[in-house]
C-alpha cells in the first residue's frame, strides 16, 4: 500500500515536471520565440514536441493518483510511453550523428563521443525515471 | 529465447549505452574536432622563374574590369563562371604537375565553354588575356573548342557573350595539359552541379529579358548556389571521375564489433 503512496506521489512529480517542460518547449516552438538553454539542459523550440510532452505530463499526473487502479496505471503508463517515444528519436538521433562526420566518412572516437555530450533536451532527462513505471506494471501483476 | 525478448534486452543495453557513453561525454567536456573546411586555394604558378600565388580575388577583378570594359556592366552570374574556371584549373594543375609549380609558358588550357568570364579566367592564368603585357613576362596556350570541335577564334568578350546564350551542363569541360611533357587532364563539371532548369533559366533571364521578377530571383539563388558549391565543395562533390575518400576501416570494424557485442550480450543475459 506503502508503494503506491510513495509511487504516486513520484509520478505525480515527475507528471508536473514534464507538464512544465513540454508547456516550455511549446512557448519556445512558437514564432518569434527563441529556444531556451540552460547548463547540460536544452529546450528545444518545436511546437509538436512540446505539445506531445506536455500532454505526457497530463497523463502521467492524471494516472499518478490511482496508480493502484488498472485505469490510473495505464494512463500514466501512456503518458510515458509518448516521452519515451520523443526521447527515443532524440537517441536515434544521436546515434545515427555519431557515426559519420558530416564529410562523407566515419567519425573519429572523439566526435564520436562528442555526440552524446551535453546539451540534453528535458525528454531525455526524464526518460530513466519514467522507467520505474515497470515496476508498478509488475506490482500490479501480482 | 524468444525474439522478443531478446530485443527487449538489446534495447535495454542501447538505453544503458546511451546514457553511459552520454555521462562519459559529460564529464569529460570532450568537444567534437572542428570540421576541416574546404579551403580554395591559390593558382601557384611560374613566370619567368618568379613564383606567382593568383588568387581568385585577383583573377576576379582582372575578369569584371575586362567585361566591364566590352560591354559597360557585367552579367549576374560572372562569378560563378570565374569560380567554376578556377577551381578546373586548380584540379588540373595538380593533376598535371602533381605538386610541382609549373611553368606559365608550359600551361596549355583547351575550354569547352564558350563564354567571356570562364575564357578571361584561363587567359589571365596562362597569360593570354587582353592587356596582360606588362602582368606576365611568359605565356602559356589557350583555346576555346567546342564540343564538335570548332575551333572559337574570335575570343573577344561580346562574341563568347553571344556564344554563351546556347551553353549546357556539357560544355564544363576543360582540359589542362603540359607543353613540354604532352601530359594532360580532363576537368569535367558533374551535371547535376546545375539543376535541371538552370541553362533554361540563365537564357530567360540573362538573355531574353522577358523573365519574370520571381524567375529572376530563383536564378541568382541558383548560380549562387553553384558558385557556392564551385569555392567551398570538394572536387569529388563537382568534377567527374574523381572517387569520394573510403571510410577509415578500422572504425567500420569497430562499429561492427560494438553492433555485435550488443546481440551478443542481449542473448547471454
Redo the contacts between chains.
Keep these: 500500500m506503502m508503494k503506491f503512496k510513495l509511487g504516486s506521489a513520484y509520478f505525480a512529480i515527475l507528471g508536473v515536471i514534464t507538464l512544465a517542460f513540454g508547456g516550455l518547449e511549446v512557448v519556445t516552438g512558437l514564432p518569434g520565440i527563441e529556444g531556451l538553454s540552460t547548463g547540460a539542459l536544452e529546450i528545444p523550440p518545436d511546437l509538436w514536441r512540446g505539445i506531445i510532452i506536455f500532454f505526457a505530463g497530463a497523463f502521467i499526473t492524471a494516472g499518478a493518483f490511482k496508480l493502484r487502479d488498472i485505469h490510473g496505471l495505464g494512463m500514466s503508463t501512456f503518458g510515458s510511453i509518448m516521452l519515451w517515444i520523443i526521447a527515443g528519436c532524440d537517441i536515434f538521433t544521436r546515434i545515427m550523428e555519431s557515426i559519420p562526420n558530416g564529410a562523407g566518412g566515419l567519425n573519429s572516437l572523439e566526435g564520436f563521443l562528442a555526440t552524446y555530450g551535453p546539451p540534453y533536451s528535458p525528454a531525455l532527462f526524464l526518460l530513466p525515471f519514467s522507467l520505474v513505471i515497470f515496476y508498478f506494471i509488475k506490482e500490479v501483476e501480482k | 529465447m524468444k525474439v522478443g525478448k531478446i530485443g527487449i534486452k538489446a534495447l535495454v543495453l542501447?538505453?544503458i549505452m546511451?546514457?553511459a557513453?552520454?555521462a562519459?561525454?559529460?564529464v569529460?567536456?570532450?568537444?567534437?574536432?572542428e570540421?576541416?573546411e574546404f579551403e580554395l586555394g591559390e593558382v601557384t604558378i611560374e613566370d619567368n622563374g618568379t613564383e606567382l600565388a593568383i588568387s581568385i580575388d585577383e583573377v576576379s577583378e582582372y575578369v569584371t574590369e575586362k567585361i566591364e570594359d566590352a560591354m559597360g556592366s557585367v552579367p549576374e552570374d560572372m562569378e560563378m563562371f570565374v569560380s567554376g574556371a578556377y577551381r578546373a584549373t586548380l584540379l588540373g594543375i595538380s593533376e598535371v604537375w602533381e605538386g610541382e609549380v609549373p611553368s606559365r609558358d608550359d600551361i596549355k588550357i583547351v575550354s569547352s565553354l564558350p563564354e567571356p568570364a570562364s575564357a578571361l579566367c584561363f587567359q589571365y592564368i596562362t597569360g593570354t588575356g587582353p592587356s596582360m603585357e606588362n602582368l606576365r613576362a611568359e605565356n602559356g596556350v589557350f583555346e576555346i573548342v567546342l564540343q564538335d570541335g570548332t575551333l572559337v577564334e574570335n575570343t573577344s568578350v561580346q562574341h563568347l557573350y553571344e556564344l554563351s546564350k546556347n551553353i549546357t551542363a556539357d560544355d564544363w569541360k576543360f582540359e589542362i595539359s603540359s607543353i613540354s611533357t604532352g601530359e594532360s587532364f580532363v576537368v569535367e563539371v558533374k551535371g547535376d552541379v546545375f539543376p535541371e532548369d538552370f541553362f533554361g533559366l540563365r537564357e530567360k533571364v540573362v538573355f531574353g529579358q522577358t523573365a519574370s521578377e520571381k524567375e529572376g530571383q530563383e536564378f541568382t539563388w541558383e548560380w549562387s548556389d553553384i558558385n557556392d558549391g564551385f569555392q567551398g565543395f570538394?572536387d569529388y562533390e563537382i568534377f567527374e571521375g574523381l572517387e569520394?575518400?573510403?571510410?577509415?576501416s578500422a572504425?567500420?570494424v569497430a562499429?561492427i564489433a560494438v553492433i555485435l557485442a550488443i546481440v551478443i550480450l542481449a542473448l547471454i543475459i
Excluded: K, M, N, S
Design positions: 542501447v538505453l546511451f546514457y557513453l552520454a562519459i561525454a559529460w569529460t567536456g570532450v568537444e567534437a574536432p570540421e576541416e570538394e569520394e575518400p573510403a571510410p577509415d572504425t567500420i562499429l
